[in-house]
C-alpha cells in the first residue's frame, strides 16, 4: 500500500475519531509460532502508534523475532466502525514512565484523586519501559455504511452479477 493512500485513510474523521480511542487489540505471533492478540493502550503521534510495556512482558522477545503487527481499533455499537493496522514494531527502551504511557491512560474513567494515586504507583513500579513504535503499512477503515470488508464487498459483487 502506498504511503499517500495509508495517510489519505489515517486522515479521514473517522479514522482520526479511531485513532482517539484509549485501547487496540495488538496481533502478533509468540515464539512458539502461535497467534497472540492482545489489549494494549497506545497513543496516535500523526504518524505513529506508540504503545508502551512492561520491560519483561512476554510479547518482546516473540516481537523481537518477528516485528510484524496487525492493529484493530473498534468500536461496540452498530454498526461496528473499525480500523485495521498493519506494520512493523520497533522497540525502544525507556528509563523512566514514556510520555505515551501516561497519555494513553488519561481516556481512562478516574477521579483527579485516583489519577494522581494511579501515576504515583506507576511511577513507583516502572524503572523503565518499553516503547513499542508501528509505523503503518497497510490500513483499512471500515464503517459498514461507505466501506464493507473485502468478502462482504465481494458476495454483493457475486449477487449483484447474478441473473
Known amino acids: ?18 485513532l482517539a480511542r484509549e485501547l487496540t487489540r495488538l496481533a ?10 492482545v489489549p494494549i493502550g497506545f497513543t496516535w503521534n500523526g504518524s505513529q502508534i506508540v504503545l508502551c510495556t512492561t520491560t519483561n512482558a512476554p510479547k518482546l522477545p516473540a516481537l523481537r523475532h518477528n516485528p510484524a503487527v496487525a492493529l484493530t481499533i473498534d468500536t461496540e455499537a452498530f454498526p461496528p466502525q473499525i480500523l485495521l493496522v498493519r506494520g512493523r514494531a520497533e522497540l525502544d527502551v525507556v ?21 494522581v494515586h494511579w501515576e504515583a504507583e506507576v511511577r513507583s513500579l516502572y524503572s523503565s519501559m518499553v516503547r513499542i513504535v508501528v509505523t503503518p503499512t497497510w490500513v483499512k477503515l471500515i464503517d459498514f455504511e461507505t466501506t464493507l470488508p473485502s468478502a462482504v464487498e465481494e458476495l454483493i459483487q457475486q449477487r449483484d452479477q447474478r441473473p
Open 95 to 115: 528509563d523512566g514512565i514514556p510520555d505515551e504511557y501516561l497519555q494513553s491512560s488519561g481516556t481512562y474513567k478516574m477521579t483527579p484523586e485516583q489519577r
Open 28 to 37: 502478533y505471533v509468540a515464539k512458539d509460532g502461535t497467534p497472540r492478540n
Open 1 to 18: 500500500m502506498h504511503a499517500t493512500e495509508i495517510a489519505e485513510i489515517l486522515n479521514r474523521p473517522l479514522s482520526q475519531e479511531l
